[in-house]
């Protein structure tokens, strides 16, 4: 498992427009965090959570090859706290089976999408 | 009764048409019919009854009784003569008649002998086929028995009339349940292509942002491709938002050069159809390589010229489509000193949302990019 020292933290990005992604990605990074992917298949990054654990994650959810459910299921059953950031309300019928999840709709400036992610982790500790 | 110099007032073809727009033809029984039939056996005291239709190269029972056969071949048929002569046919002996004698239900097996039919006519006059009824041994009809017979006859054609009129309503429902769930599918594909524009267009700002150093320069970039991104939408819209040409997103780029005396670019491919997936990648892409051609590159002097050229190849993963830029006569080119938003894109956008291959190479003469990617064949709206 990866642990990053002091407020430094790995959050897995989950999402298929690169170009989301990518500057997601570096207002992570200029927020001070690692970034795991970004990804833009549920397969690739359950490859990656073979050999790491992130300590949260944005997943988009709907992906090139489905839901991110899968995504979910496995970080939910390591306790990663995550947040799903999404353009379709439809999509949560998806994700029914999760009670407790922190749901954002797109669009949203990224940098308000970091503070959710900072606050997640608070939460969890 | 006979009478043969009687000129048909519709041709063939219509009469078939107006047959199959009955959509009764091999149905199964249905008691509306076959009630029809056992009263006209009934009334006539014949132990065959049938309502026979004449279809192109066949007779075909709607309901019959005693008969035992759903169709026959024409030459078998007594009542396509029947059906030509207007009302009702009477023939007491078929085997004394030159017409009926020849044919094989009266010659041999099961020796037909009489035969009564009213012709069934649609309400333009067109016949369809004849309500009959047949007998073993010759014999005739009384009055009332041919009164009846021509009653039941119109009764058969008004229910053929209705069920035509329900299956023209049902054909009319689908036809509208097709059309709302195709308009469900282009809300909800609307839908997610707004969304998906609007977080680009914010995820543009964010990277734009990045890669300027004032902010004219921000703003300038930043309108500039958000113009192209609504060109290429632009001829998204017009296949309802599925597949654009790539010729056309490339002109979009190029065509403020089109104009020059001297040409200034050449787009060698063949037609191909981007899907939306593609498109907007794409166009942003080319957007990019013309605006660094236009500030440091081939366009940037008189004599400089780009060449756009594609192909399509076949691979085990499916199509694929191979593009190159190429930039000549520019001024001599360097690596460059930053990766700025052009190179993020063409670089890292492209082979994360579209699978694509990409090589960059600055070659002191100019410029060249090359791409590979799959060509998916995906629409999510069907095609008119």
């Known amino acids: 498992m990866i642990t990053l020292a002091g407020s430094k933290r790995l959050v897995l990005i989950l999402e298929d427009e690169a170009l989301i992604a990518l500057d997601l990605q570096d207002e992570l990074q ?73 749901w954002i709709e797109k669009p949203i400036p990224p940098a308000v999408l970091v503070q959710e992610c900072q606050q997640l982790l608070v939460a969890c500790g | 009764m006979l009478n043969n110099n009687l000129p048909p007032v519709w041709k063939e073809s219509d009469r078939l048409a107006a047959l199959h727009s009955y959509r009764v033809l091999d149905t199964p029984p249905e008691p509306a019919f076959d009630n029809l039939v056992q009263l006209a056996a009934r009334t006539c005291q014949t132990p065959i009854a049938l309502i026979s239709l004449i279809d192109e190269h066949r007779q075909w029972f709607k309901a019959e009784t005693g008969l035992g056969l759903r169709e026959t071949s024409l030459d078998r048929s007594i009542c396509l003569g029947a059906m030509l002569l207007p009302g009702l046919t009477i023939v007491p002996d078929l085997q004394e008649d030159p017409r009926f004698a020849c044919n094989p239900l009266v010659g041999g097996e099961p020796h037909l002998r009489f035969y009564a039919g009213a012709v069934l006519r649609t309400p333009d006059g067109v016949p369809l086929g004849a309500l009959c009824v047949l007998d073993y041994v010759p014999r005739d009809l009384t009055d009332e028995q041919a009164s009846t017979l021509t009653m039941l006859s119109r009764q058969a054609m008004s229910v053929f009339e209705l069920r035509r009129a329900l299956a023209e309503r049902d054909e009319r429902l689908e036809a509208a349940r097709q059309i709302e769930r195709r308009q469900t599918l282009l809300v909800r594909e609307l839908h997610h292509r707004v969304k998906n524009t609007l977080a680009t267009v914010q995820a543009l700002v964010g990277a734009t942002g990045r890669s300027s150093g004032s902010f004219d320069e921000f703003y300038r970039s930043f309108s500039d491709r958000i113009s192209s991104l609504a060109k290429t939408h632009n001829l998204l819209t017009e296949d309802y938002w599925q597949t654009a040409p790539l010729r056309q997103i490339a002109l979009n780029e190029l065509k403020p050069f089109a104009e020059s005396r001297q040409p200034r670019f050449m787009l060698i491919g063949p037609s191909v159809e981007l899907s939306a997936d593609l498109a907007v990648p794409v166009g942003m892409a080319l957007h990019e390589l013309t605006t660094n051609a236009i500030r440091y590159g081939a366009l940037s002097t008189p004599a400089g010229y780009v060449r756009l050229q594609w192909h399509l190849g076949e691979t085990d993963d499916g199509r694929q489509l191979r593009l190159e830029w190429r930039e000549f006569g520019g001024p001599p080119v360097g690596q460059p000193q930053h990766r700025g938003f052009g190179s993020t894109l063409l670089q890292r956008v492209l082979p994360m949302q579209c699978n694509a291959k990409v090589e960059v190479e600055y070659h002191a003469e100019g410029l060249r990019f090359r791409m590979q990617v799959p060509l998916v064949k995906q629409r999510l709206v069907p095609a008119y």
């Open chain 1, 30 to 102: 200029d927020a001070g965090h690692e970034v795991a992917g970004p990804f833009t298949a549920c397969s690739a990054a359950l490859d990656w959570l073979q050999t790491a654990t992130p300590d949260t994650a944005i997943l988009d959810a709907t992906l090139n090859d489905g839901s991110c459910h899968s995504v979910a299921v496995e970080l939910s059953r390591r306790g990663v706290p995550f947040l799903i950031y999404s353009g379709h309300q439809e999509d949560k019928q998806l994700l029914a089976d999760f009670h407790h999840i922190t």
